[in-house]
């Protein structure tokens, strides 16, 4: 078994560097910046925005209609530079974090929202604001990704849990559980924005289903494969050929553009020494830390953990010790689909919802199992953080279009001198 998993790791690397090659033109259609500008719950119409890539070439303008909102196109994923002309602010109203100049990251298929926050200037009007926007520092664009980059890796986290419990109690690689993250996301869109749910309701609900439906496809399907002894390989194919048909009942349903939740959607950022941060994803932060102490906890200290890490050992040897293995088997996937969920909901605050959200964050998942080890919770949690940061902070250096590729690259090259993972453990082959 071990000798399979090691095959089985070096196959996924494999396969995962040569998807995230070909993501960049296949994903790049349809990305943008876009933000809505308002002083309290006045639109500011008029107002002139710029952009520029990394480099400093522009990449187009616009200005606030009426509504306030205004929206460029970009030609892929990246980081841009989006500058607000404070000269064109109206008089009265002025930026209230005094940073003019922002440099978002747009995801592939992405419409990313910028925020400036704009209030009154206390007597002062746009005409004696600087002719030129203040530049970022370096020190803001470090704290700005170092932040990104932890945030980005609990999200992770949350579905890498999962697929790191699923793996160790059934040795299953689920290609489809990055549907499970995009279904949580959909759900809380239903909930919240078609039928008008408050956003935390909604949220609560998709995990709650998403747990559901993670207890109801094992019974129904998984374990239907499993009582008929279907080998690994097989099984791998076939989570494969589910992600693709589900993802495209998405498409069917969602469509292919992305869209936002109703609430926290233009929630500016506040200044904590050097970090820009929304309040709302110190709330995701926290929400991801709680959960996953909590079914950290759970796995060390109750007794469905214990029988969880025993089926996880050797389920043979937990279904003679009297323990229910199957019951087991499907508590672990109610609880992988509801942290998947989770992550969905989570996502989509960060990024908005797209039919595909899952699917995109599927390899730097698998990346974060496999560096961590296979089947181990805190090492699935060790491996987030290092894809997270590694993904964020290497836009330094590299292209963001390459960031993915450079995760993978550094995760073959761990794997080389330590294939069980950061936190896995050294077993005898043969």
Known sequence: MRRAVIMLTAFLACVMLSFGVGATSAWAEGEALQGTLKN???????V??????????????AASDA???????????????????????????????????????????????????????GGATGQNQPNAPKAPSELDRYADLLYSGLHFALIIALAAL???????????TNFAHGELV?????????????????LVLSGLIAVVIGGLLGYTQDRAFWGWLRRRRTNMVTTMIISIGLSLAVRYIFLYFFGGETRAFAQYNGQPGHQYGPFLIAPKNLVCDVVAIVAIVAVSWALLGTRLGKATRAVADNPALAAASGINVDRIIRLVWTIGGALAALAGVLL???????????????????AAVTLGGFGTAWGALVGSLVIGLFVQLSTLWIPSE??????????IVILLFRPQGILGRRTRIG
């Open 40 to 46: 309290g719950d006045a639109p500011v119409a008029g």
């Open 48 to 61: 002139k925005i710029k952009a520029f890539t990394q480099d400093g070439a522009p990449v187009g303008e």
């Open 67 to 121: 509504q306030g909102k205004w929206s460029i196109p970009v030609p892929g994923p990246g980081t841009y530079r989006v500058d607000l002309d404070q000269t064109s602010l109206p008089a009265g109203v002025t930026l209230t974090n005094n940073r003019p100049s922002l440099t978002p990251q747009v995801a592939d298929g992405q419409a990313r929202n910028v925020l400036f926050p704009l209030g009154g200037a």
């Open 162 to 172: 999962g697929v790191s419990l699923i793996f160790g109690t059934t040795g299953l």
């Open 182 to 198: 995009t279904f949580g996301a959909l759900i809380t869109f239903l909930f919240n924005v078609t039928i008008g749910l408050p």
């Open 348 to 366: 989509g605050t960060y990024q908005n919802v797209g039919y595909q959200m899952g699917f995109q964050i599927l390899l730097l998942v698998f």
């Open 402 to 411: 390459l960031k993915t590729v450079g995760a993978l690259g550094v995760l």
